[in-house]
């Protein structure tokens, strides 16, 4: 089994920044993709960023939100500056993981942290 933990969630003013993480914990296993999305109250979950072999991003963060990874900790992150109150969601890890005994990758959910830009 894998889990993913994610930090960093909080209460910030527009214009702000935050940094979300987020760690893989497990035995023998390796990554493939790793991502962030995020859920606004009464809206369906959306993809915000991805780091794959590269990074993509979706149009309403991209060139604020930045996504890294640091394979040697399993880890993940998520630079989010000039925060707007639009930005306020769940923000959820996902990790596409794969093990020498399984035949495809197995997709892993964290907890989710909560992120509320507001003056």
């Known amino acids: 089994q894998v889990q993913l933990v994610e930090s960093g969630g909080g209460l910030v003013q527009p214009g702000g920044s935050l940094r979300l993480s987020c760690v893989a914990s497990?035995?023998?296993?390796?990554?493939?993709?790793m991502y962030w999305y995020r859920q606004a109250p009464g809206k369906q979950r959306e993809l915000v960023a991805a780091?794959?072999?590269?990074?993509s991003y979706s149009d309403s963060v991209k060139g604020r939100f930045t996504i890294s990874r640091d394979n040697a900790k399993n880890s993940v992150y998520l630079q989010m500056n000039s925060l707007k109150p639009e930005d306020t969601a769940v923000y959820y890890c996902?990790?596409?993981?794969?093990?020498?005994?399984?035949?495809?990758?197995?997709?892993?959910w964290g907890q989710g942290t909560q992120v509320t830009v507001s003056s």
């Open positions: 780091v794959t072999s590269g990074t």
């Open positions: 996902n990790a596409h993981v794969t093990k020498s005994t399984w035949l495809t990758a197995r997709a892993y």
């Open positions: 497990g035995s023998d296993f390796s990554i493939n993709a």
